[in-house]
DNA sequence: ACAATAACTAAGCAGTTGCTTAGATTTAAC
DNA sequence: GTTAAATCTAAGCAACTGCTTAGTTATTGT
C-alpha cells in the first residue's frame, strides 16, 4: 500500500559506477551522484545507505560487466595464452572512446587510504585477488611447474595488469599493445 | 627595511612533499599543510601562490630527492643491470618503516584529472617521461640493437615500475623482489 | 473514498574546502 | 626614534562536503 520506486536499481548503480570510474572516489561528490543517477539525494540514501554503499555497489557491478571477459578466461584452456587475452579484453573493456578509463578498482585502490576507507580496501583487495587466482589456474594448464614459480609468474603478470592500468592514461594503443606483447614474449 | 622570514622554504617544502606523498594531492587539506609545514596560511600563499604552487615545488624537491639514485642510473654504463639497481633503489627511496608509499609521482598521476589539473598532469607527465630517456639511454649501452626495439623495452620497463608503485601497497617486500627478478629474467 | 505507507522534493545541518583580508608585530635604513 | 616595508596571526569569505529532516505527493488494500 504505498508508491513505487520510480527509478531501477541497478540502472541508477549502472551511472554511479561509470562516474566513479572517471572520476575516483572521493572526487565524485554525493550531488554529482544526484545529477548522474538521476534521483534525489534522499533515494540514493535511501537505497544505499550512504556513498560508501553506493560504491561498494558499484564495484559489485563491475564485476558483473567483467565477468564476459572473465568468463572467456576461465573457460580458456589456452594458459598464459588465455590470460594475454584477457589483457587485451581488458584493454578494450577500458577504453571510452579514445581514451582509456584504467581499472576502476586499480583507480581506487590508489586513490583511498586503507584507514579511513578499511570496507573499500578490503573489497578491493579480495578483487584484485580473485583475479591473480584465476592467473594461477590458467598458468597451471600450461604445465606441471613448481607452485612457487607458477605463483610468481602470477604476481609478475599482476604487477603488469596494474602498471597497464596507469599506462593506459599516459601511453597511446599501440605502445600499450607493443607492452602486452613483451610482457608475455618469454612465458 | 622589513621583517625576515622565519621559516626555511626548503625546509617547509619538504615537509608539505612528505604529506603530499603519504596522503595525495586533492586530499591534502590546506589546513593540514599549515600544521605540518608548521606555518601559517598566509605564509604558505605569500611564499608559493596556492596549493598548486606549493605541490610543484613539492615535486621539485621529490626530484632531487631521487637525484641521487637517478645519479647512480645515469652514471652507470650496466645497461639494462643499471635499471634493475635503480628497480630496487627506488624500492628503498619509497619505504617509510614497514610501508612502501609509492611514487609521488605515480600517485599523483593516478589520482587527479588532467581537465581539472593540466598544470600538475603536464609536469607529472615531464617528470615520468625523463625516466623513461634514461631508460633508453642505458638499454643503448648493451648493444646497438634497434632503436624501434629498445624504445619498446623502455615502454614495458616503464609499465613495469608504474606497477611496482601500486604493486608496493598491496604485494608484501620478498614478492616485489620477486617481480622485479622476473622483469629483468629475459632482457 | 479513505487511510496507511513508502517515495518523493527541497531546504538545511555542521563541518570542511581553497583562499583573502584586516590588523598587529617585527625588522632595518635613515 | 621615526618610518616604511615585509611578515606575522587570526578571523572570515563563499562554496562545497556527506548526510538528515520536514513536509508533500503518489500508490495501494480495504
Known amino acids: 500500500m504505498a508508491r513505487k520506486k520510480q527509478y531501477n536499481e541497478t540502472e541508477v548503480?549502472?551511472?554511479a559506477m561509470r562516474l566513479f570510474w572517471r572520476n575516483g572516489y572521493e572526487s565524485t561528490s554525493v550531488r554529482m551522484l544526484e545529477k548522474e543517477m538521476g534521483i534525489n539525494q534522499f533515494s540514493i540514501y535511501a537505497s544505499f545507505k550512504n556513498k560508501e554503499g553506493v560504491f561498494l555497489?558499484?564495484?559489485?557491478?563491475?564485476?558483473?560487466?567483467?565477468?564476459?571477459?572473465?568468463?572467456?578466461?576461465?573457460?580458456?584452456?589456452?594458459?598464459?595464452?588465455?590470460?594475454?587475452?584477457?589483457?587485451?579484453?581488458?584493454?578494450?573493456?577500458?577504453?571510452?572512446?579514445?581514451?582509456?578509463?584504467g581499472c576502476l578498482v586499480t583507480n581506487t585502490v590508489n586513490e583511498i587510504?586503507?584507514?579511513?576507507?578499511?570496507?573499500?580496501m578490503a573489497?578491493?583487495?579480495?578483487?584484485?585477488?580473485?583475479?591473480?587466482?584465476?592467473?594461477?589456474?590458467?598458468?597451471?594448464?600450461d604445465d606441471e611447474r613448481d607452485v612457487k614459480e607458477?605463483?610468481?609468474?602470477?604476481?609478475?603478470?599482476?604487477?603488469?595488469?596494474?602498471?597497464?592500468?596507469?599506462?593506459?592514461?599516459?601511453?597511446?594503443?599501440?605502445?600499450l599493445k607493443g607492452i602486452i606483447e613483451m610482457t608475455f614474449l618469454h612465458l
Open 57 to 101: 555497489e558499484s564495484i559489485k557491478f563491475y564485476n558483473t560487466q567483467l565477468k564476459s571477459i572473465i568468463d572467456t578466461l576461465e573457460k580458456s584452456n589456452n594458459g598464459v595464452l588465455g590470460i594475454k587475452e584477457y589483457f587485451l579484453d581488458f584493454l578494450e573493456f577500458s577504453r571510452e572512446g579514445a581514451i582509456f578509463k
Open 123 to 141: 573489497a578491493l583487495k579480495r578483487f584484485s585477488l580473485n583475479i591473480r587466482e584465476l592467473f594461477v589456474r590458467n598458468l597451471k594448464q
Open 13 to 15: 548503480i549502472e551511472k
Open 150 to 175: 607458477i605463483e610468481a609468474q602470477a604476481d609478475y603478470l599482476m604487477n603488469a595488469l596494474l602498471g597497464l592500468s596507469i599506462s593506459s592514461k599516459v601511453f597511446n594503443e599501440e605502445t
Open 113 to 120: 587510504k586503507e584507514d579511513s576507507n578499511p570496507v573499500i
